[in-house]
């Protein structure tokens, strides 16, 4: 197994399984989160997922030296998160909502779970590449990786949630929410 589940802030370790394990599998009903999900299960380091009830949603990369770590996760279950579907900021493609006002909806905490997994999964396909760019605490490098982890990962994933009939909030920016 290469996640680990750890519980915090009073949860039990089966509370905190079950809670991920339910998010997990609404996730699953994306092609793209199940695939991710699967590929993290499958690779030899551990990513470490915290359930708790506190601190800030995030993800953060292992020590240079520390080879078997995919990084850690603290997930607070309680985060409610609004996320803004701004028009002018809306790709001009088919499979987009046709709304046409801003849209605010709120962001499931799964998807807030899927969005810290999409890191984790950026940090793995260039470890080098990610550390080095990661390190420089460049604001704008740092928005350019959380809006690849947006519009690459999180959307699709919601996306596909939204059209299996699931209400999931959506932004085209990092920075769009409430």
Not at 16 to 21: G, K, L, R, V
Not at 63 to 87: F, H, P, Q
Not at 132 to 151: A, F, G, W
Request: proline share 1%; net charge negative; with cysteine.
């Amino acid at each position: 197994m290469s996640i680990n589940v750890r519980a915090f802030d009073g949860f039990s370790f089966d509370e905190a399984i079950e809670i991920f394990n339910s998010a997990k599998n609404y996730l699953r009903k994306s092609d793209l989160a199940n695939f991710l999900i699967n590929e993290i299960e499958r690779i030899d380091e551990v990513l470490t997922i915290n359930v708790r009830k506190t601190l800030v949603d995030e993800w953060r990369w292992p020590e240079k030296d520390d080879v078997n770590s995919a990084g850690e996760i603290d997930w607070n279950i309680t985060t409610e998160l609004n996320v803004i579907d701004y028009r002018d900021r809306r790709p001009d493609v088919d499979w987009v909502s046709r709304v046409d006002d801003d849209a605010i909806a709120r962001m499931s905490i799964a998807l807030i779970l899927m969005h810290e997994i999409g890191h984790a999964c950026q940090y793995m396909t260039s470890k080098t590449e990610f550390r080095e760019h990661i390190r420089t605490l460049d604001n704008d490098v740092c928005l350019m990786i959380e809006n690849i982890n947006v519009n690459a990962i999180e959307n699709t994933v919601a996306l596909e949630l939204i059209s299996g009939g699931s209400i999931e909030g959506i932004r085209w920016d990092y920075r769009d929410t409430q």
